[in-house]
């Protein structure tokens, strides 16, 4: 099994509906990401999670919201799709020192019609 | 602030060809180095990384060095293969600030038979 799960793997839904997106890790770490790849502008973070009872925006959170169910499971909402939302998103983890990296899930493909 | 620069992309080589993807990176303190790498339809992968000045960090026969005098920390491999076409991000972690983790926006490598 993958570090990182995400699913669905490829979603596409109408403006205006609500979509769940979810992660679940089994690194065992507590901090948990979501991110955002658009062509030409990297990754975005949408927000971040250091527990479960610590949920920060990052620094595209305007229309997503997240929920942070247990350690090991962070899922990210759209609570009213537009189309400028169509991106490829991002779930990660991370260890807690500061020379470690992300673990990436594989990514969720997301267009909003 | 921090941040990471990187080269513009696509760049296109032949395979057996010498690849170097240069990046450089701006920061008050003393920063983490690290290179992913995202092949087509998959999430990002930790390829290397270098934690102080002077580390060379190695992986899969690419290799980058941690320049503090150039603030640089480009990506080369000496001789490249159809299967490195991928896209190469260089990222930053900040090693005062764990909550400060900045990424390049992508270098997208092909590589012809």
């Known amino acids: 099994d993958a570090d990182v799960t995400q699913t669905p793997r490829n979603r596409i839904t109408k403006t205006g509906k609500r979509i769940m997106l979810e992660c679940s890790q089994t690194?065992?770490?507590?901090?948990m990401y979501w991110y955002r790849q658009d062509p030409g502008l990297g990754l975005r973070l949408i927000y971040y999670s250091f527990d479960v009872k610590d949920i920060n925006k990052g620094e595209i959170s305007d229309g997503y919201s997240v929920s942070r169910q247990a350690q090991a499971k962070f899922s990210l909402s759209l609570e009213s799709a537009i189309p400028n939302q169509t991106a490829l998103y991002f779930c990660?983890?991370?260890?807690?020192?500061?020379?470690?990296?992300?673990?990436f899930g594989s990514g969720t493909r997301l267009t909003v019609v | 602030g921090d941040s990471v620069t990187q080269m513009e992309g696509p760049v296109t080589l032949s395979e057996e060809a010498f690849l170097t993807i240069n990046c450089t990176y701006t920061a008050t303190g003393y920063p983490s180095l690290f290179w992913y790498v995202q092949y087509p339809g998959e999430g990002l992968q930790l390829l290397l990384k270098a934690t102080k000045a002077d580390d060379k960090g190695s992986n899969k026969g690419f290799e980058a060095t941690y320049r503090k005098e150039t603030t640089s920390f480009h990506l080369e491999k000496g001789s490249v293969q159809v299967s490195d076409s991928a896209v190469y991000f260089c990222?930053?972690?900040?090693?005062?600030?764990?909550?400060?983790?900045?990424f390049g926006s992508g270098t997208k490598l092909n590589v012809k038979p």
């Open positions: 690194k065992g770490h507590d901090r």
């Open positions: 990660a983890t991370r260890g807690t020192e500061p020379n470690y990296g992300y673990t």
């Open positions: 990222a930053l972690s900040d090693r005062n600030n764990f909550n400060k983790f900045y």
